[in-house]
T-cell receptor
Framework: DAKTTQPPSMDCAEGRAANLPCNHS???????VYWYRQIHSQGPQYIIH???NNETNEMASLIITEDRKSSTLILPHATLRDTAVYYC?????????????FGKGTKLSVKP | GAVVSQHPSRVICKSGTSVKIECRSL??????MFWYRQFPKQSLMLMAT?????????EQGVEKDKFLINHASLTLSTLTVTSAHPEDSSFYIC??????????????FGPGTRLTVL
């Protein structure tokens, strides 16, 4: 799988939008971008994934650049409960390929 | 989203004993289940992948005779840490891929099991 680069940590004020960047310059055409988060001492939680179009669900929005070399996860109104480590992962879609390989992620701290 | 459970959530055992951890997909059938290990302040590391009814595929460096994986049904996988030692103390997390998700093919994670070997 292609590797990703994320900042090690970020701060965000409660109620503001949190924008978490991810670089994946070596992503191939059939690899998707997945985002998971892990709150302390819990299992990772799926957030969102996309191929090339922007995606939105009840948790977040995913903006993927046209060249697909980077993406941004947006939490529109961050709360204290969004404090977690956020992982950006690229993987093949479906079948037996592309197990989720976790990098170091971004530790997001939402502050009051 | 789909729910994956793990049991126990926390276990403390003596060195040399074996510990079994269960992973269940509660509201979906999982063709494939994964086992990860996470040491303090580190990221998750994939240990093995198991498909229902077949032998698990272990990642390089993971001892298959020490970490026994059984995926007997589409909703249950077990990880047995045999002859546990203090260095096996870690946070073990399973995940499952939803068979019926089709285009979604999303992996859902359990809450994790904290193993402490004394």
């Amino acid at each position: 799988d292609a590797k990703t680069t994320q900042p090690p940590s970020m701060d965000c004020a409660e109620g503001r939008a949190a924008n978490l960047p991810c670089n994946h310059s070596t992503i191939s055409g059939n690899e998707y971008v997945y985002w998971y988060r892990q709150i302390h001492s819990q299992g990772p939680q799926y957030i969102i994934h996309g191929l090339k179009n922007n995606e939105t669900n009840e948790m977040a929005s995913l903006i993927i650049t046209e060249d697909r070399k980077s993406s941004t996860l947006i939490l529109p109104h961050a709360t204290l409960r969004d404090t977690a480590v956020y992982y950006c992962i690229v993987r093949f879609y479906g079948g037996s390929q592309g197990n989720l390989i976790f990098g170091k992620g971004t530790k997001l701290s939402v502050k009051p | 989203g789909a729910v994956v459970s793990q049991h126990p959530s926390r276990v403390i055992c003596k060195s040399g004993t074996s510990v079994k951890i269960e992973c269940r997909s509660l509201d979906f059938q999982a063709t494939t289940m994964f086992w990860y290990r996470q040491f303090p302040k580190q990221s998750l590391m994939l240990m093995a992948t198991s498909n229902e009814g077949s032998k698990a595929t272990y990642e390089q460096g993971v001892e298959k005779d020490k970490f026994l994986i059984n995926h007997a049904s589409l909703t249950l996988s077990t990880l047995t840490v045999t002859s546990a030692h203090p260095e096996d103390s870690s946070f073990y997390i399973c995940s499952a891929r939803d068979r019926a998700s089709g285009a979604l093919d999303t992996q859902y994670f359990g809450p994790g099991t904290r193993l402490t070997v004394l």
